[in-house]
């Protein structure tokens, strides 16, 4: 079935220094979404991706999806203690239903 | 807030018995997706319920059971609970089957 690796599993940066975290898929997705989990909540949608090679900013966030639709980066600019929390990147597949599956997600820690 | 309300927010209950999750979408959504989260995991696929038709469905034994109803509700059934079933159980909700997730606060079980 598909599997949806993420790497790394944890990162603990200084504020300012920058983030990344890379997610890849066992199968080409039709789309890619993005959620960020803070400690006791429920994920939240970040951004969703469709197009191969799509990148796509919010402010300090840039989300990438690689040509051949497997892969996937979010890129945090100048981290902020703000932005702690898990990062989860999902993958679907329309042929599916397009159910997302959920990597296992990169928890974000930032000393300030 | 994301308009998914999930019932009850905690729970305990003892192996071999059985429990019901609710879960009331978001209006216009007729997409709802289960998740098991274990502490520190990401968000693990159950199935997902379209037009109250199941479509999707994880790698999750028969004792984990769903329906959706004509409102677009939902419940989460699983029988004879062991005690890997401790998790928190997320319900999402969106319009159709593309689209960002939304999350409700979730439904904390422990199987002692």
């Known amino acids: 079935g598909q599997q949806v690796m993420q790497i790394p599993q944890y990162q603990h940066v200084q504020e300012g220094e920058d983030f990344t975290t890379y997610c890849n898929s066992s199968?080409?997705?039709?789309?890619i979404q993005w959620y960020k989990q803070r400690p006791g909540g429920h994920p939240v949608f970040l951004i969703q991706l469709v197009k191969s090679g799509e990148v796509k900013k919010q402010k300090r966030l840039t989300f990438q999806f690689g040509e051949a639709k497997k892969n996937s980066s979010l890129h945090i600019t100048a981290t902020q203690t703000t932005d702690v929390g898990t990062y989860f990147c999902?993958?679907?597949?329309?042929?599916?239903?397009?159910?997302?599956?959920f990597g296992a997600g990169t928890i974000l820690r930032v000393k300030s | 807030e994301t308009g998914v309300t999930q019932s009850p927010t905690h729970l305990i209950k003892t192996r071999g018995q059985q429990v019901t999750l609710r879960c009331s979408s978001q209006s216009g959504h007729n997409t709802v997706s289960w998740y098991q989260q274990a502490l520190g995991q990401g968000p693990q696929f159950i199935f997902q319920?379209?037009?109250?038709?199941?479509?999707g469905r994880g790698n999750f034994p028969p004792r984990f059971s769903g329906l959706q109803f004509p409102n677009y509700s939902s419940e989460l059934n699983v029988n004879a609970l062991e005690l890997d079933d401790s998790a928190l159980y997320l319900c999402?909700?969106?319009?159709?089957?593309?689209?960002?997730?939304?999350f409700g606060e979730g439904s904390r079980l422990t199987v002692l």
């Open positions: 999902a993958g679907g597949d329309m042929e599916y239903g397009n159910k997302l599956v």
């Open positions: 319920y379209y037009r109250e038709e199941e479509n």
């Open positions: 199968t080409t997705l039709s789309n």
């Open positions: 999402a909700s969106r319009p159709g089957n593309t689209g960002e997730l939304f």
